[in-house]
């Protein structure tokens, strides 16, 4: 294959999406676009289980008297509510949303990596499901909508790969258990009782119960979660009053809890409740909790880990290739790796040595394109290599 040809058709794809970011459930265009350029290489087989995703599957030509087998390569299409900043000339043209995540390299490569198959499909047997999701920046998330409608059915192993801040080329396979962490949100609502500024006596001050209690929740993982598993407690919204001169009526609080374990997530949940409660008690007032479940941590099959370090020594020197312990972030591709056996592959796509010091979902992250062929080498490397297994 021309790679050269190839990386100019990436770098078109990538900045077609990049120019036209559309929000979570909102992919129409993008979806429509990926499906004109899946059929204009030659591929037919595409459906739309949502309306604003597209699936594609390639076959093998390849006689092959073994059982065939399916293999999922998965790309997210979302963008961000984040006002991009100055400096590409191909940057966002819809106000207020932008690719900041790398969402849009995550298309490209896996247009890519269909490309690539379409073109080797005479040298393997079974099926690359190619799966290109809607909504993973915003819960539910489009990968447990994907799920039901049945788009692993038949598929015997499934990839997700991210470009993010880090190493331009290097690729990290997270060998743990779970590739990311959960990811839950909870709104404390504190009631208190308002009153004159002057007169605190006089009422029950909701401001003091939520800064103990914001205070109070910082200490949960470091007194409640071993210190060699990984947890985060965020209170990332603190908001009570209006006025000067008057103690509020009530302060509303929220956070953002990451957990890698389940029982780590209940035991988070459960220590929240019983914190916020206790301090608001003792000070006479009172709590009330609206929890948002987010989606659970990506499993990390260990053989596709395995699987996916050999190969990646294959693509780029192997001292670029590093088996990590995952992301702290949150990805609902977890509920991919629920339900087949799953990889998450890391790859980087520059850091602040490099030229690019901003993480994803800045308002200037940027990615070296570069990058944009080595993900659709080692998608496509990984579905051969596990076809031809």
Not at 31 to 55: F, K, N
Not at 105 to 123: D, P, Q, S
Not at 201 to 215: H, R, W
């Amino acid at each position: 294959m021309d790679f050269t040809a190839l990386e100019a058709d990436l770098c078109r794809w990538r900045r077609h999406v990049h120019e036209h970011p559309e929000l979570s459930y909102q992919e129409f265009q993008t979806a429509a676009y990926v499906e004109s350029e899946l059929r204009a290489m030659g591929i037919q087989e595409i459906e739309a289980p949502t309306p604003t995703s597209r699936t594609a599957v390639i076959r093998g030509e390849l006689a092959d008297s073994r059982p065939t087998r399916t293999f999922a390569i998965r790309a997210d299409m979302d963008a961000l509510p984040v006002e991009e900043a100055e400096g590409l000339p191909f940057r966002s043209l819809n106000s207020g949303v932008s690719h900041a995540c790398g969402h849009d390299a995550h298309v490209a490569m896996l247009l890519g990596t269909a490309k690539m198959l379409w073109a080797k499909r005479a040298l393997f047997a079974g099926a690359v499901k190619l799966i290109f999701q809607h909504a993973e920046e915003k819960s539910p998330g489009g990968a447990v909508e994907l799920v039901k409608a049945g788009v692993l059915e038949g598929v015997d192993a499934c990839m997700g790969l991210h470009v993010m801040n880090g190493r331009t080329g290097h690729i990290d396979v997270c060998v743990s258990p779970t590739a990311s962490s959960s990811a839950d949100g909870v709104w404390i609502e504190v009631a208190g009782c308002g009153t004159h500024a002057s007169v605190p006596q006089g009422g029950v001050d909701p401001i003091l119960v939520g800064a103990e209690i914001v205070s109070a929740l910082h200490t949960i993982v470091s007194r409640s979660i071993a210190p060699d598993r990984f947890a985060v407690v965020s209170p990332t919204i603190f908001q009570g009053g209006s006025v000067i001169n008057v103690i509020p009526h009530s302060a509303t609080i929220a956070a953002s809890i990451r957990a890698k374990t389940a029982s780590d997530r209940r035991l988070i949940k459960e220590r929240v409740e019983t914190i916020a409660r206790g301090i608001a008690s003792a000070h006479g007032a009172h709590v009330s909790f609206r929890w948002e479940e987010g989606c659970p941590a990506v499993v990390q099959d260990p053989g596709m880990a395995e699987r996916a370090l050999r190969v990646a020594k294959t693509i780029v020197p192997p001292d670029h290739v590093h088996a990590g312990a995952g992301m702290s972030g949150s990805e609902d591709f977890s509920y991919f790796s629920e339900q087949v056996p799953s990889v998450y592959v890391i790859l980087g796509g520059g850091d602040v040595s490099e030229g690019y010091p901003y993480q994803n979902h800045h308002p200037a992250f940027r990615f070296n394109e570069s990058v944009l062929l080595i993900g659709t080498q080692m998608e496509t490397a990984m579905a051969l290599d596990f076809l031809r297994d």
